[in-house]
């Protein structure tokens, strides 16, 4: 089994289709059908379902497919161990490439990477717009991955908590809840809610304080976006209400929205999250532990 043929198997698994993926290897698709087989034939078995042009995986290429993005995460670490070794004393340029959320670079980490960029003068910030951090990091698209906290990470995944936010629920002034002289959470059940789709880490730890505080609401009229913008735009023109952090409350006024605290609201921490065997440079090193005062061997 060569190093090829499981480049050529991991693009077909992640592209499906076997003109994407031969496109992508920039390798004709008769070539790639031929790996391909010669890869089936070695194991011994099928590795794909053909399903038309669709290719799914068998029983036996989700094993292998396990088994080869370890395998390539293992020559990624040495290639980076090994440009790693010098002898000159001088700083090199290194690289980050952090993932992240779009929504919170619009916002709040601006600020930190425009921070880390000026304190690190050789340091190089790539940022990789991710709606799965854990998946970029597994597949080496990038080095961190900067995002909600949640509880359940995978096994393969370190966290640490950097900062946190109290959350806050915001709606337009002249919002007709607004003309109670008492706003308690039962009064939210009749209005829309607008956040995240589901494919964002914190909209289940929102839903689930939701699902505790509001338990008579409906989602039947929610709303789900893929942006802050969007989420802020809708609050301020309707009579949507939503939740979110408290950096926000800077923009708030201009964009004619105003924000309520409730004791029982989240709170909102954010992680650094990277891979627990991947091997860091020296220089990702530093700038990781003046980022979060953890120590890095």
Known sequence: MELTHLNYFLALCEQKQFTRASNKLNISQAALSKQIKN?????????????????????????????CWRIKQEMFYICEEINDLSTTKEPRITTLKIS??????????????????????????????????????????????IGPSIANVPATINKIDIYSNEYKIIMRKGHPLLENSTITL???????????????????????????????????YD?????????????????????????LECHLD????????????????????YLKNKYMSTEVKQVLSSFTNASFD
């Open 223 to 247: 709303i789900q976006v893929d942006s802050t913008e969007l989420i802020l735009y809708m609050v301020s023109n309707t009579d949507t209400f939503s939740i979110v952090p408290q950096y």
């Open 186 to 220: 039962d009064l939210f059940d009749n209005y829309p809610f607008i956040f995240f789709n589901k494919k964002f880490l914190e909209t289940k730890t929102i839903y689930d304080w939701m699902a505790l505080h509001l338990p008579e609401r409906s989602q039947e």
């Open 39 to 67: 890869l089936e034939d070695e194991i011994g078995t099928a590795l794909f379902f053909r399903n038309g042009g669709e290719c799914q995986l068998t029983p036996a290429g989700k094993i292998l497919e396990t088994h």
């Open 254 to 273: 201009d964009l004619n929205i105003v924000s309520i605290t409730h004791k029982s609201l989240p709170i909102r921490v954010m992680s650094i999250y």
């Open 100 to 145: 992240l959320f779009l929504n919170d670079l619009e916002f709040k980490l601006n600020d930190t990477l425009s921070t880390l960029f000026h304190e690190y003068k050789h340091l190089r910030v790539n940022t990789i717009i991710s709606d799965n951090i854990f998946k970029s990091l597994e597949k080496l698209e990038s080095d961190i991955g």
